[in-house]
């Protein structure tokens, strides 16, 4: 007996479609014909979707979102160079420790978690360090769910002639991101997140010009991205054993994608899902980290109910029983739980994912679920 699987609130993997899945139910044969022109095709939809046609070029990676922010800031960083991290969450954070790891020079700009960048000590740091080379930002730190402030970061980078890295792994294919209008170098994403492929593959959008000069940076063999987008180039092959199910899922993906009216319709989708969950959310009394204002529309953060009876776990399983994964907070500064709006998920899903946090709720005999009124 098959049992229906619970539904992914969760910042990835995600809940994919049946349509999705199908695509991966025949094997592939790397140097076929067929299977060059899926990879050519995918990477011509992934430049699409940023607008990047005249200097952008799209460079999928095997493995999770992490091998290729790590693959991107290899390749574009110089030794002689210098990376400024934005950082307000782990994935900010994560990026300084890689770049440390690979024994390049790092500074970090920290905001707290809850709080965007400070745009005007980006704009103050860059004027007095004139070592800079490369700033790297994240477009939703998916850590909180905030929503950071990217294009006017771009717009602080390109005057004072730096590159910008754009992880926009969490937000790619929902929240607008063009890349005629916002000056970027990079941008890193992933299969599986609102593009809705299953997971095991990264891509960076990147520019030509800057991958070219890039030659020879990466001391990486595997996680070379000019490496291996001159393998695409030569022969459209992949340079090692490709993900060839997951490229093809992929390819499905963006078709409904594109069917569901691109990242404006996805967007809208998601906005409707986040609505709807927050809206039920405070109805039962949750209290969410985040101002509306900072918030997107992609993974919210609540705060734990204050309630000494409140055990996650057991919160966790009476979710999950009812069909809903939801997911731990990551948070340094409170405790938190977060549920996802993105994947292959709907109104009326979230509207049963609230139901089902109140019957959790009413398990542990509490009912009022606020931060501070229960203390
Ligand atoms: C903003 C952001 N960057 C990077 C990552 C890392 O991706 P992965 O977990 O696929 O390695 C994530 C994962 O959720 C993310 O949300």
Known sequence: ????????????????????????????????????????????????????????????????????????????????????????????????????????AVLALETPEDQVPDLEALEATLRADAGITHVAAVQC????????????????????????????????????LDARRVPFTALMASSNKCLEGVPGLGFALVAREALVAAAGNCPSLSLDLHAQWKGFEANGQWRFTPPTHVLAAFDAALEQHAQEGGSEGRGARYAANHKTLVAGMRALGFETLLPDALQAPIIVTFHSPSDPEFDFERFYQAIASRGFLIYP???????????????????????????????????????????????
């Open 329 to 375: 907070g990551k948070l340094t500064v409170a405790e938190s739980f977060r549920i996802g709006c993105i994947g292959q998920v709907f109104e009326a899903d979230m509207r049963r994912a609230v139901a089902a946090v109140g019957e959790a709720l009413g398990e542990q005999g509490i009912r009022n679920p606020g931060r501070s009124k229960a203390a």
């Open 141 to 176: 730190e998916t850590t909180s769910g905030i929503l950071n402030p990217i294009e006017g970061v771009a717009d602080i980078v390109a005057r004072h002639g730096r590159h910008l890295l754009i992880d926009a792994m969490s937000a790619f294919g929902a929240l607008p």
């Open 1 to 104: 007996m098959t049992e229906t699987p619970a539904l992914l609130l969760t910042p990835g993997p995600l809940t994919t479609s049946a349509a999705t899945r199908h695509a991966m139910l025949r094997d592939w044969g790397s140097r076929d014909e067929a299977f060059i022109a899926l990879t050519a095709r995918v990477r011509r939809r992934l430049v699409e979707l940023a607008h990047g046609e005249d200097r952008l070029v799209a460079v999928p990676l095997q493995g999770s979102g992490t091998f290729v922010v790590e693959a991107t800031i290899a390749t574009l960083l110089p030794p002689s160079g210098k990376l400024l991290v934005l950082v307000n969450g782990a994935y900010g954070k994560r990026m300084v420790e890689m770049t440390r790891r690979l024994g390049r």
